[in-house]
């Protein structure tokens, strides 16, 4: 919890009362822009009121956080040979031991023990008013109670999700110490997610809306003045790092190839766009695009259920078809579809291959088609931007 004797101690303020000049550190582990984006409403809020910011994470993150303009402190990161079989292996065994491999091995033992000593020589020498987690990200989780850091947990998942990974990496956390996942607990829990989708077993749950849709910059007119539905389509930025993703985005496009749609495909840095083969040309492919630009146009948007992209669309009053891949992604999937705002379609084998092409299509076709679903989107946006706004929130945890 956090404490009122840090209140204002940089300025003298009361207790009670928030004062600016503080540090807030926020900790990332692997995952790329789905683990860093729900941080950034509260960087964003810190600096806005003259506090200090600092991100710490692997240094694979370095040029995503210099982009968004904050300080970034290279962590350390497990060899690639070391998280690569864990990768690859994800989306192929089952739910119970994909949670065991990403949550507790990769996560919990190999990312939180290389981060450990960058993690402690910034707390010991920085000494953050705040440290704001990614929950992935167990280094902090250690350092902080020795430190008497206050922390808070920023989600990514749901929160049964969340609350199951603490469990699951419980192993390896208490090779830290018993005590590691009984205070993962008593921290506050701080989420984007709205209630009627993700009731929370956090005893100290706080919600927030991300900040008010921005109109983002115009799109290309890469469709020559086509003014068909616009499809976003996104398998997030870790499925690039896998053997198998150019056969994920073949049967992508092939489901989309017949449709009366202009359609974007992003595929994330890593991957080599001379993989995909011929594409169709209702396609557009690019490397990266700033969800922002992308969700104010979209009529629909196609992906594997991560996160950050369906609260994303949802937030932005966008209907989905959830193609789940692995970890999260299948119950992001299934609350979305019984919320009425998208459709699923689970993969016949182990990942998604071509069989599973005609499904996707008739999936996006029918949530084109039908007025409710983009109504049921707009419905759950509605109830996350009545939530408090991150400044709110920071201000809350500064003063309790």
């Given at each position: 919890m956090l404490r009122q004797e840090l209140v204002g101690r940089r300025s003298g303020g009361a207790a009670g009362s928030y004062a600016v000049g503080m540090r807030v550190l926020a900790a990332c582990s692997l995952g790329g822009a789905g683990h860093l984006g729900p941080l950034l409403p509260f960087l964003g809020a810190a600096r806005r009121r003259g506090d200090e910011t600092l991100v710490i994470g692997p240094p694979a993150m370095a040029a995503m956080v210099e982009e968004t303009g904050f300080t970034f402190v290279a962590g350390g990161e497990p060899a690639e040979d070391e998280i690569a079989p864990i990768r690859e292996r994800l989306p192929v065994v089952s739910p119970q031991e994909a949670s065991i491999l990403g949550n507790r091995e990769m996560f919990g033992r190999l990312a939180a023990t290389a981060m450990l000593p960058a993690m402690e020589r910034t707390c010991a020498r920085w000494r953050p008013d705040l440290v704001l987690r990614d929950p992935c990200e167990y280094a902090s989780a250690v350092v902080a109670p020795r430190l008497g850091l206050p922390t808070a947990q920023v989600a990514i998942s749901l929160a049964e999700v969340e609350a199951g990974s603490i469990q699951v990496a419980r192993p390896a956390l208490d090779e830290h110490g018993p005590d590691v996942a009984r205070d993962l607990w008593a921290t506050p829990y701080l989420t984007r997610f709205p209630a009627s989708l993700d009731p929370s077993p956090f005893p100290?749950?706080?919600?927030?809306?991300?900040?008010?849709?921005?109109?983002?910059?115009?799109?290309?007119?890469?469709?020559?003045?086509?003014?068909?539905?616009?499809?976003?389509?996104?398998?997030?930025?870790?499925?690039?790092?896998?053997?198998?993703?150019?056969?994920?985005?073949?049967?992508?496009?092939?489901?989309?190839?017949?449709?009366?749609?202009?359609v974007l495909l992003?595929?994330?840095?890593?991957?080599?766009?001379?993989?995909l083969g011929p594409v169709p040309p209702n396609v557009r492919v690019e490397g990266w695009i700033d969800q922002a630009d992308v969700l104010g146009p979209a009529d629909v948007v196609v992906c594997h259920g991560?996160?950050?992209?369906?609260?994303?669309?949802?937030?932005?009053?966008?209907?989905?078809?959830?193609?789940?891949?692995?970890a999260d992604q299948s119950e992001n999937a299934r609350r979305t579809t019984a919320a009425g705002a998208g459709r699923t379609v689970d993969a016949d084998a182990a990942t998604i291959g071509p069989d599973d092409a005609p499904r996707i299509a008739e999936a996006i076709a029918a949530v084109l088609a039908t007025p409710s679903y983009r109504a049921r989107a707009e419905r759950i946006a509605a109830d996350m931007a009545a939530a408090p706004t991150p400044d709110d929130v920071l201000d809350e945890l500064f003063t309790r």
């Open positions: 100290t749950t706080i919600r927030f809306r991300g900040p008010a849709a921005a109109a983002g910059k115009p799109l290309p007119d890469w469709w020559d003045g086509s003014d068909a539905p616009f499809v976003y389509l996104t398998f997030g930025t870790v499925l690039g790092h896998m053997t198998y993703a150019a056969d994920v985005y073949r049967t992508a496009l092939q489901a989309v190839e017949g449709l009366d749609a202009r992003t595929v994330g840095r890593k991957f080599d766009l001379a993989d991560g996160s950050g992209t369906v609260f994303g669309a949802l937030a932005a009053g966008v209907p989905l078809v959830v193609v789940p891949l692995f």
